[in-house]
């Protein structure tokens, strides 16, 4: 009798691909549609806190205002921007386009640099703004 198991290809592991733009952005997608759940709950506080007064309003206003919590809503930003824009190119792959390998690797960077470009541009409005 033949074992069967021996004939099967193997699973490609991590070790076998080659690191690829649309790879790792493909990561990044999933940790910042995680880290989207921690920001949500921070958007949430600050409106649990403006519902519940002027004193809870302004610890929480102080809270963001902080540098670390400065950087935490610039990483917020980011993370939401980046998200919005894998989720536009997960959408065009479903409606079947953009799987050409140099596209996709193009479209991979572009997102990259779009979302840190849009982060810049949303943070410099907010501070003009202000």
């Known amino acids: 009798m033949a074992n069967v198991t021996n004939n099967r290809p193997l699973s490609p592991h991590l070790q076998i691909y080659r690191f690829i733009p649309t790879m790792a952005m ?7 549609g995680a880290a989207l759940y921690f920001g949500t709950l921070l958007v949430a506080a600050w409106l649990i806190a403006a519902a519940s007064g002027e004193e809870h309003f302004n610890q929480v206003n102080w809270l963001f205002g902080s540098i670390i919590g400065q950087i935490v809503l610039l990483g ?3 993370a939401l921007l980046h998200h ?3 989720g536009l190119r997960h959408i065009m792959w479903d409606l079947g386009y953009g799987f050409e390998k140099e596209f996709s690797t193009k479209l991979a960077k572009g997102n990259l640099i779009a ?3 849009l982060t810049v541009v949303v943070w410099a409005i907010v501070l003009i703004i202000r």
Do not use: E, K
């Open 26 to 32: 493909s990561i990044v997608h999933r940790i910042t």
């Open 76 to 78: 917020y930003t980011w």
């Open 84 to 86: 919005l824009l894998g």
């Open 115 to 117: 979302s840190i470009v």
